[in-house]
Nanobody, 116 residues
Framework: QVELVEFGGGLVQAGGSLKLSCAIS????????MGWYRRAPGKQRELVAD???????KYADSVRGRFAISGDFVKGTVYLQMNGLKPEDTAIYFC??????????WGQGTQVTVSS
């Protein structure tokens, strides 16, 4: 059983900042990747950012330079600092973790709404 709980979403103005947090029940040697996805209204879920255990990070082109992912595989925590938010960033953000088997585990999501 793997459980991911994310929080920190809310309503912000365009250009503002927000930080999301995620707590994962598993720890080191259980997951190879931790990250964040989002699903905007009427759109499919997309990768926002992820990180490997060694600290290597990857970002979607649409958020690169504005968002920053960080985390601790030992503590089982993942964060997403979002700066320069745009209305198109409005979406439900999901914390995700990939297990050693290759399976992906998802949180329930937290709503981020950016006003014009």
């Amino acid at each position: 059983q793997v459980e991911l709980v994310e929080f920190g979403g809310g309503l912000v103005q365009a250009g503002g900042s927000l930080k999301l947090s995620c707590a994962i029940s598993a720890r080191i040697f259980s997951f190879t990747v931790m990250g964040w996805y989002r699903r905007a209204p009427g759109k499919q879920r997309e990768l926002v950012a992820d990180m490997m255990g060694g600290g290597t990070t990857k970002y979607a082109d649409s958020v690169r330079g504005r968002f920053a992912i960080s985390g601790d595989f030992v503590k089982g925590t993942v964060y997403l600092q979002m700066n320069g938010l745009k209305p198109e960033d409005t979406a439900i953000y999901f914390c995700a973790a990939v297990g050693n088997s290759g399976s992906t585990y998802w949180g329930q999501g937290t709503q981020v709404t950016v006003s014009s």
